[in-house]
């Protein structure tokens, strides 16, 4: 955010309304807060949204309007209008030309606090460093004939142009000047005069007088660009074919500042590195462990092709769906898990699930210590592997969750016909969905600071490590129930009412009274049957949501001094949430609500 203050950039944009002031200011206060941390979102409208698109949107999609208070997203129309605002205020205040305000501003990162300070101190300097004469004009014309210096032709009195300067030039020689320096890129920002020893600068004003109309659009569109790939406030969503750009309002409290943004359309990326999001670990950690797996390719392709075998009847296995729970094939039917191969059973209580612990003492063996050395090689590639594999199911399941998202409304379309429910009341699948691939992505990167920072003696003592493995164990275990709920359950629950469908309309066909009080039975089952799901689901999600608000707590209170008072308190987290048992009694309809008992 360099030099500038949030308090002074508001007031440059008055001129947008008061809506927008407000909006800026309710931003920063309410960082000061630290709220904005947890998982929690707030809706913001969007003023620019279309009612017309609203209504449009599938009653079960979850609105991505959504906006955290630390930034907003701006479309291009909506970036220019900023940038304008900017170089018309600067022209305002100082009394020049946009096109020399632009050049002047992007000299100073487009920071408006900056630019004034330096133009109120020392404008000569300023002026000399940009080429921009602060008392003059940015085209001139001849006032006497003239000969063109580029083309030799003479030219009568008003028809060549100068960049305020006394060098004077065709209006045909400037369109081919204009057209080799756009067709050169960004660098055509900070052009000059083309006499050699002049230093005056070729603004705006000049460029849309004498170019033609795509070299014009190129112009404008490298402004554009500078004014966000060179700025620090605004950046381009990396997401593909996305056009949307992220206004960062306001950093976050904490000590390590982690800025993960989300445009409109989902595309999670952070703010500081530009790397994917990746809460609750820094970019420091992603910037290591990204240059690790690249140095470790083959060791991490072998993992990932790596043909595993069910660990009863040997028979290999292939994952294709989401969760790590695995169930072989009949007549089999072993449920173990994919990640370590473990009972599915040692998964389901916190007790003894340990599915996320790298065991150092299991890897070694009780071996000699000749062996030990020998074998010191072999057991760091194992740990990277432990973690990499990790790493790599939970953005794989990740992705097979935003995958199943797409058939999410076919899916509600289809159970609100079978039990004449509202589709507005079956919008508990897609916010399942969306916990899922949150919490999938903060899970993955706890893989990646477990590589660098558990185990290792870098970071705090055995004490911490324990409290980070049993919160990032608990939250896994949630979340492969839900993910298992949302995926296997609701098949089931799929194909159960499909069955009733068709026995139904069987029974449709003979009209006795028996066969229609059946048919009334079996629908009442099918309706128990979907509300017994919504329940069941909409309580796991808002349990794990629960379980990932404490993870992320217990990273980043950990980033600070890790003393007993903060193991207490976050064992006291861990405790507050809804234990085991009551996983179902949960009100399904107030899934976010359940904030309150944290
Ligand atoms: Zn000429
Ligand atoms: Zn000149
Ligand atoms: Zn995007
Ligand atoms: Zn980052
Ligand atoms: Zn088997
Ligand atoms: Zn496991
Ligand atoms: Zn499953």
């Known amino acids: 955010m360099a030099s500038d203050g949030e308090d002074d950039a508001q007031s440059y944009y008055t001129d947008e309304g008061d809506d927008y002031t407000d909006e800026v200011d309710s931003n920063v206060d309410d960082d000061d807060d630290g709220e904005s941390w947890d998982l929690e979102e707030e809706e913001v409208d969007d003023d620019d949204d279309d009612e017309e698109a609203k209504k449009k949107k599938a009653a079960t999609a979850v609105d991505l309007t959504k906006i955290d208070r630390r930034y907003r997203n701006l479309s291009e129309e909506q970036v220019r209008a900023r940038q304008d605002a900017d170089t018309a205020n600067v022209g305002e205040l100082f009394a020049i030309p946009p096109g020399f305000a632009a050049v002047l501003l992007r000299h100073y990162k487009w920071s408006l606090v900056e630019l004034q300070d330096r133009l109120f101190s020392d404008g000569d300097r300023a002026g000399a460093a940009t080429g921009v004469a602060l008392g003059g004009a940015p085209v001139s014309r001849n006032g006497l004939p003239l000969v063109c210096a580029i083309c030799f032709d003479e030219h009568p009195a008003g028809e060549m142009r100068s960049a305020g300067c006394s060098h004077f030039y065709c209006v045909g020689c400037w369109r081919g000047y204009v057209h080799a320096a756009v067709g050169d890129g960004a660098r055509c920002l900070s052009f000059r005069c083309p006499d050699p020893a002049c230093s005056a600068a070729v603004v705006r004003e000049l460029v849309d007088e004498v170019a033609g109309d795509a070299d014009r659009a190129r112009y404008a569109t490298f402004l554009l660009r500078s004014y966000v790939e060179e700025g620090t406030r605004i950046k381009w969503c990396p997401g593909p074919g996305c056009t949307l750009a992220i206004e960062f309002v306001g950093g976050g409290g904490g000590e390590e500042k982690q800025d993960d943004v989300e445009c409109k359309h989902g595309h999670g990326f952070c703010f500081r590195c530009g790397e994917e999001a990746h809460r609750p670990v820094s970019c420091e950690t992603v910037r290591a462990w990204t240059d690790k797996n690249a140095m470790e390719s083959e060791t991490a392709s072998w993992v990932l092709a ?4 069910c660990p009863k009847c040997r028979l290999p296995i292939e994952k294709n769906r989401g969760c790590m729970h695995m169930t072989c094939r009949p007549p089999c039917l072993h449920e173990f898990c994919w ?8 998964h389901r209580s916190s007790e003894y699930y340990n599915c996320n612990v790298y065991d150092a ?9 000749d062996k030990r050395r020998r074998e010191q090689g072999m057991a760091s590639l194992d740990r990277y592997m432990h973690f990499y594999e990790r790493w790599a199911a939970h953005g794989k399941a990740r992705q097979s969750a935003v995958d199943d998202m797409a058939g999410l409304d076919a899916c509600a379309e289809k159970l609100s016909a079978a039990v004449a429910m509202p589709v507005t009341e079956l919008c ?10 949150e919490c999938r992505r903060l899970l993955r990167w706890t893989y990646a600071y477990g590589y660098y920072h558990l185990g290792t003696g870098l970071d705090g003592d055995e004490e911490r490590r324990t409290m980070v493995e049993c919160a990032q164990g608990e939250a896994e275990r949630q979340l492969e129930k839900l993910h298992d709920c ?3 359950e609701r098949e089931e629950l799929l194909a159960e009412v499909e069955r009733t469908i068709k026995l139904n309309a069987i029974l449709k066909d003979n009209d006795g009274e028996e066969s229609k009080k059946k048919m009334e039975e079996k629908a009442g089952e099918m309706v128990d049957m979907v509300v017994a799901y919504r329940q069941k689901l909409a309580g796991l999600t808002g349990v794990c949501k629960i379980f990932f608000r404490n993870l992320v ?5 950990g980033l600070s001094e890790v003393g007993p008072a ?5 064992a006291a987290a861990v405790a507050t949430a809804p234990a085991e048992s009551s996983d179902d009694a949960v009100d399904p309809l107030q899934p976010l609500h359940q904030d309150d008992s944290s």
Do not use: M
């Open 486 to 488: 949302a995926e296997h």
């Open 553 to 557: 707590k217990t990273f980043q209170d």
């Open 339 to 346: 990640l370590c191969l473990g009972p599915w059973s040692d």
């Open 566 to 570: 903060v193991a207490a308190a976050a």
């Open 428 to 437: 508990f699948l897609a916010e399942a969905y969306q916990q899922i691939a």
């Open 361 to 369: 003492a299991k890897a070694n063996g009780e071996a000699s210590d």
């Open 306 to 309: 790596n043909t595993k075998h």
